[in-house]
């Protein structure tokens, strides 16, 4: 089956066998990053670009790396340096973008649904690096990487993902990705962060950690997001910390070879402790780097590329 | 004296109870019984040929923009549309720039609206400036003209406040028109709370914060004996609190538009800003509840909250794009749609809800065609099917979710105090 999808917008719209096939072709890539000229001519000739309009560390520099090692031109702006603090709108900027020549726009923005907007908007290819609390599609794809990897197939595997669901565009798309390829996923936190609508998407709601955590074989944590939330979520941080913070106590209810992820940046002492975070069972480093091939298979495909065909650009 | 005599129209008029084959007269502007020989000689002769003839609409919900945001609706292309739409009386809310919260204000409206082709009734705020402080004048504002006092848009949040202001403005026999919105549950809130908002990663408005305000609205009018009514009620828990209230005897009244009516959040997959308004669209289960509320009388009427905005406002993120579409020239079509074919309404009983129960609701002059009322008809054709097409609407702006679509019930003729305004092309100039 040729990849034809021209944007990634949401993991929600992909196939099980688009998202294999993302995959497949970030696994291909993934050996270049092992290598010491880390480079490949995939998108010789073309421009990346890279329109942050919130604030990204990891992902910005991914998709930065990611487009190098491909062998395009990339250039990266975010909010404060661009004119949409001069009231320039979303939509002028991104027609002005494409009136410069990208081929392809990676947009972060603190709006769902922008993405797809642009999608419609342009005729260059759009991927989206994170919308509002909708979707995050490559973390998702690089987190499902990370446990292919390490535990192989998800099918029938429990993943429990604790934390602030309602405002993650990371669980969001981690729950479609993770559902279809068969794992069973739970999503774990106070009530308030937490709501039951979320049993509509396919996944159990849990505000027990205990039993929640008993036979996981990934524990996914997402950051308390302080900034997003009005202060009548939950208590405290302390609070938070104290009923659904990743202790010691509390990762020994999980299975002695579950891994812990966390797509960063990570409080530490707040949702996850800190040797923990820093121990054998935490996998937060290679998710980073196994983003850079998961978005790196991304620009690649939206260009136009064949998943079969990464063999040969290799 | 201008003379018209409607033929050949199936009448449908609710005050009288009169459905049937027949005539409709006007002499002067005004309803009568029938004309002289002589008279019908000289009358203006429009032939309905066969399709329905009623009271002109009546709509207590628009959103004319004018003063101060005259780029997207004035006063003058907000009576055109309305009349394109069937509609010969309306109601206009007071978020202009500067708000409606003065005389001086009121009598600018006074003075635009005599450019307008269809009756326009001015509100005035509830308090200065839409800021939910200080009490507008009320009594200043209904000597100058105004039909209720109304914040909406907002919602006064203060119950000190709003209570004051209900039994203020009982002295003045001014209903009162509240928008019901708590806005410490709804802040930054875009869509209706639920599974699709949950899913779309969009901030909920859950429909508690309607509710919560329209029990504060009921327990406020028993308290205080004022007139509440409630606007554009979207949530399936406010109209079964209404439908108490009423049998309580409580002095509330209630609205429900035309999109809550026909959508559902389920609309919003693509996130098109012309799918987001306030109160937001909620769940079949509220849609269908108010279409209950309109079948068991708890609703009152159906108004529209047309509510212009340019392409350049409407068009962006949806989390910034501003809420409302405009509704005058699709009413009908859709209302008939919902209640006439999806649910089985009697003709008359949706033209009811369309003119005299919404006239009624403010005492408004219109809604009927019994002798001696003012001589507002809408001729339209319940049958007719039609590409709706926005941008060629009367609407100075064209933010509508029926954009392109094929629409069934077409207004063929408005009339207003004996002249036509509107010929199903056209309005008079």
């Known amino acids: ?314 | 004296m201008s003379l018209l005599w409607i033929t050949h129209g199936r009448i449908i008029d609710p005050a009288s109870r009169r459905d049937g084959p027949g005539d409709v007269y006007i002499a002067g502007g005004r309803i009568v019984p029938s004309l002289s020989a002589a008279q019908k000689k000289r009358a203006k002769k429009i032939d309905a040929g066969g399709r329905i003839v009623c009271p002109g609409l009546v709509d207590l919900h628009v959103h004319f923009r004018d003063p101060g945001q005259t780029h997207k609706e004035t006063i003058v292309t907000g009576a055109q549309a309305a009349a394109a739409g069937g509609f010969t009386s309306v109601v206009c809310m007071p978020n202009t720039s500067p708000p409606a919260d003065t005389v001086g204000t009121i009598e600018y409206i006074h003075h635009a609206v005599t450019n307008a082709v269809v009756r326009v009734y001015p509100t005035g705020c509830i308090t200065v400036g839409m800021k939910g402080e200080q009490l507008a004048p009320h009594g200043s504002l209904k000597r100058a003209g105004v039909v209720a006092i109304t914040d909406d848009g907002r919602c006064v949040q203060n119950n000190e406040l709003m209570h004051r202001a209900a039994e203020y403005a009982r002295m003045f026999d001014l209903p009162v028109l509240d928008h019901c919105q708590d806005e410490s549950m709804t802040q930054a809130a875009v869509m209706n709370e639920g599974v699709v908002s949950t899913r779309l990663g969009l901030r909920g408005w859950p429909h508690a914060a309607e509710d919560l305000i329209v029990s504060r609205n009921i327990i406020i009018s028993a308290y205080s004996g004022a007139h509440i009514h409630l606007q554009h009620l979207s949530s399936a828990r406010s109209i079964e609190l209404v439908r108490r209230a009423k049998k309580d005897g409580i002095r509330v009244t209630a609205e429900a538009t035309p999109h809550h009516l026909a959508l559902t959040d389920e609309a919003l997959g693509t996130y098109d800003p012309n799918y987001k308004m306030n109160p937001p669209l909620r769940t079949e289960a509220d849609r269908r509840a108010i279409i209950a509320g309109l079948r068991d009388g708890t609703l009152d009427c159906i108004a529209t909250d047309h509510a212009p905005h340019t392409d350049y406002e409407k068009d962006r993120e949806f989390d910034q794009a501003p809420s409302g579409i405009i509704g005058l020239e699709t009413a009908l079509p859709v209302v008939l749609a919902v209640l006439v074919r999806e649910n089985k309404f009697k003709l008359p009983h949706v033209i009811d809800l369309l003119t005299r129960r919404a006239a009624n609701v403010l005492r408004l002059p219109a809604g009927t065609l019994v002798p001696d009322a003012a001589g507002d008809v809408c001729i339209f054709d319940p049958t007719v099917t039609w590409t709706y097409d926005a941008k060629a609407g009367f609407s100075k702006s064209s933010n509508s979710p029926w954009h392109g679509r094929e629409l069934t019930g077409r207004v063929c003729t408005t009339i207003v105090g004996g002249r036509v305004v509107f010929d199903g092309q056209r309005i008079a100039s």
């Open chain 1, 1 to 314: 089956m040729p990849w034809t999808r021209r944007h990634l917008i949401t993991i929600e719209e992909l196939s099980r066998e688009e998202i294999e096939q993302i995959l497949a072709t970030a696994k291909a890539f993934r050996s270049i990053l092992d290598r010491r000229v880390k480079r490949v001519p995939a998108l010789r000739g073309k421009t990346v670009v890279n329109f942050f309009l919130e604030p990204s560390t990891r992902t910005r520099i991914a998709f930065e790396m990611a487009a190098k090692f491909l062998s395009a031109e990339v250039v990266s702006f975010s909010a404060a340096a661009s004119s949409t603090t001069k009231g320039e709108t979303l939509r002028d900027t991104a027609q002005n973008i494409q009136a410069l020549n990208a081929d392809m726009i990676v947009l972060r923005h603190s709006a769902a649904g922008s993405p797809l907007y642009l999608s419609r908007l342009l005729h260059i290819p759009v991927i989206n690096a994170g919308d509002g609390a909708h979707e995050h599609p490559t973390q998702a794809l690089l987190d499902v990487f990370t446990m292919r990897d390490k535990l192989g197939s998800l099918r029938g595997r429990k993943v429990v993902i604790l934390g602030d669901i309602l405002f993650s565009r990371v669980a969001r798309s981690n729950i479609h990705a993770l559902t279809k390829l068969g794992a069973h996923v739970t999503v774990v936190g106070p009530s308030t962060l937490v709501p039951y609508w979320f049993e509509h998407l396919g996944v159990q709601v849990s505000h027990d950690l205990r039993s929640a955590l008993a036979d996981a074989s990934v524990v996914m944590l997402l950051r308390i997001q302080h900034e997003r939330q009005e202060s009548s979520h939950f208590p405290s941080l302390g609070e938070y910390t104290s009923m659904f913070g990743l202790n010691k106590t509390r990762a020994s209810w999980i299975k002695p070879d579950a891994i812990i992820m966390h797509p960063g940046p990570i409080n530490r002492g707040v949702e996850i402790d800190s040797d923990l975070a820093d121990s054998e069972r935490s996998v937060i480093l290679q998710q980073v780097t196994n983003g850079i091939a998961v978005r790196m298979a991304a620009l690649y495909l939206c260009a136009g590329g064949q998943p079969e065909a990464v063999v040969n650009v290799n």
